[in-house]
């Protein structure tokens, strides 16, 4: 072996230990880091109280122009959960197109404010439906209204409604 390849020969084995010793460093500073962090985030969540969070859910903070204001949120009775049976609401459209049916239903919405507003799809065709009725006299009877309201080939089918609804807000 000349003195040349001998020289090339301890550089890259010096270079090659340097990068094995850098490696070797880098696994330790990575687990380190890992452990700091599992102690960290352990400390945390044994420290962490959830009741320095809890907000009354009766009021909600404005803040505007002249300062912040407390306004009180309707509280919805929800220990009696909706259920779903039998009934009939009123399908005012009929459609393939979704556009077609968000406008209905948005228009909907604004001239029967007191009653739900369904947007059904069953592939390919969205239908508009209103109302929740348990029965087809009370259905036959709103249909009336619907019709008046500017909708008139509405008609009532047979549907699954849901029951125990909150009423919905009054819009102002």
């Known amino acids: ?32 880091d890992t452990v700091n962090a599992k102690q960290l985030l352990s400390a945390s969540e044994n420290n962490f109280d959830p009741s ?19 306004q009180p949120v309707p509280v919805l009775d929800t220990r009696v959960p909706s259920d779903t049976i039998s009934g009939f609401r009123i399908q005012v459209l009929f459609t393939k197109e979704i556009g077609d049916a968000n406008l209905v239903r948005d228009t909907l919405t604004a001239a029967l404010p007191q009653e739900y507003v369904y947007v059904v799809y ?10 929740n009725f348990l029965d087809r006299a009370t259905a036959d009877g709103y249909l009336r209204s619907v019709t008046t309201k500017g909708f008139p080939d509405a008609w009532v089918v047979p549907d699954k409604v849901l029951t125990n609804l909150p009423p919905k807000p009054e819009n102002k």
């Open 1 to 32: 072996m000349n003195q040349g390849s001998v020289f090339r020969f301890s550089v890259v084995l010096l270079a090659a230990i340097l990068l094995l010793i850098g490696c070797k460093g880098s696994e330790d500073v990575k687990k380190d």
């Open 52 to 70: 320095k969070y809890d907000d009354p859910a009766s009021v909600i903070i404005n803040n505007d122009k002249n300062g912040s204001s407390a």
């Open 122 to 131: 069953e592939a390919p065709y969205y239908k508009v439906r209103v109302g």
